[in-house]
């Protein structure tokens, strides 16, 4: 079984402020992705890293995977209201997803 | 492209019945993961479907079972209905081919057994 860790469980920060979320496994994988889920809907891909130690950026989204393939961080910059909402990892491996237990954002105006 | 459809949307079914859930992929797409998502177990595999076969397979009861077919439209079915079985069940397609295995979820169906 494949387990991925995140942290905090639940994030509570007035808009402007900055957050960093954890994904940490003891496990390998082929590549590891951030979704982020609002109620009642489908998860929607924010991300995908492949390369360890790969970074990227999407506008004000910072992703991180880690040198040995086995954790990454999402660092969200001036959070908005519009990012609160759950932040998922999940870790590929043999076709399979395995996911984290997620956090859940919330960003005050 | 349209996304990934997922039918019907809400469903309250008894305790003892079977439900049946449909799902439709990203064209293209050959591959379908079912999962359930509950507050207290987050988010969990059930199994995927690659042309039609049956590729992985999380650790649910036999109760829980599915199909693809050659269209790559996906139905999963759920027979016994528990209390416990109800959830958001979540649906994703993919490509099935490559190694990063990114997946596109549907809206979900969310199931309550009473």
């Known amino acids: 079984t494949q387990l991925l860790e995140q942290s905090p469980q639940f994030l509570s920060i007035q808009e402007g402020e900055n957050l960093t979320v954890y994904c940490n496994s003891s496990?390998?994988?082929?590549?590891l992705q951030w979704y982020r889920q609002e109620p009642g809907e489908g998860p929607v891909l924010l991300v995908t890293v492949v390369t360890g130690g790969e970074v990227k950026k999407l506008k004000r989204l910072t992703f991180q995977f880690g040198d040995a393939r086995k954790d990454s961080s999402l660092h969200i910059t001036a959070a908005q209201p519009g990012d609160t909402g759950l932040y998922l990892c999940?870790?590929?491996?043999?076709?399979?997803?395995?996911f984290g237990a997620g956090t859940t954002v919330t960003v005050r105006a | 492209k349209a996304g990934v459809t997922q039918t019907p949307r809400y469903l309250i079914k008894t305790r003892g019945q079977q439900v049946t859930l449909s799902c439709s992929p990203i064209s293209g797409h050959r591959s379908v993961s079912w999962y359930q998502q509950t507050p207290g177990q987050g988010l969990q595999f059930l199994f995927e479907y690659f042309s039609e076969t049956q590729r992985n397979k999380g650790n649910f009861p036999g109760r829980f079972s599915g199909r693809q077919f050659s269209n790559s439209r996906s139905e999963m079915n759920v027979s016994t209905l528990e209390l416990g079985d109800s959830a958001l069940y979540l649906c994703?397609?993919?490509?099935?081919?490559?190694?990063?295995?990114?997946?596109?979820f549907g809206p979900g169906t969310r199931l309550t057994v009473t």
């Open positions: 999940a870790g590929a491996y043999d076709y399979k997803l395995s």
């Open positions: 994703a397609s993919s490509s099935g081919h490559s190694k990063s295995y990114e997946q596109y």
């Open positions: 496990s390998v994988f082929s590549s």
